[in-house]
């Protein structure tokens, strides 16, 4: 279904999965996956404060209000583009991509979670290949940028195969403990020299206006 809102239509496919507009409908059908909790295991992979920290239903309500409103304040300073991850139609997680003077610095950012009966199967790495091939093929980002504690080991595995290189740390809380985080940049030449010939975007000429790019 074609949506008004532009960032809604915008998909990316590769031969593994879609990255499809997180619309409310497929939302909705996240929301299982959500209530059922995202964050299982210890090392806790989240920053503070986090609605995957939180008891249900109030998990569920700060997930859907945080989306919501990251949807209505997308401005050519500051945008935020959602989107469910689909497995033969399924939805299995979301993935963000997050610009903030994009069209001065050309810098972004990149923020996915699995299901966690989906996870050790090479989706986080296909899901942040599709959403490097927005930014860069896309949206003609400059670089890209993450981030994760230092024991996230399955976040920090991907960044390094898909090139990225370390960028100094920081610190942050989880759960009210302080913990060191693994900080990554990835130029766009390193993109440029791995960049895969079998990921399809669609709705992005239509969104790029709204994101104060054309």
Known sequence: MAHTYPPLN?????????????????LERLVPLVRAG???????????????????????????????????RVSPDSWRLYFVVLVDGEPVGMQDLIG?????FGTVTSFSWLAPGRRGQGLGKE???????????GLGAREAGSDAFVDNEASNRISRGLGYEPNGTDWDTRRGEAARIQQWRLTRDAWE???RDDIELSGVKECRPALGLD
């Open 38 to 72: 995202i964050v299982d295991a210890e090392p806790w992979p989240l920053d503070d404060p986090h609605s995957f920290y939180a008891d249900s239903p109030e998990r569920e309500w700060r997930w859907l209000r945080g989306i919501w409103g990251g949807r209505s």
């Open 193 to 195: 020299r791995a960049r």
């Open 10 to 26: 915008v998909e990316v496919r590769t031969p593994r999965l879609t990255l499809a507009g997180a619309s409310d409908e497929l």
């Open 127 to 137: 899901m942040r290949a599709a959403i490097l091939h927005l930014a860069f093929a």
């Open 100 to 104: 903030r003077d994009f069209t001065r």
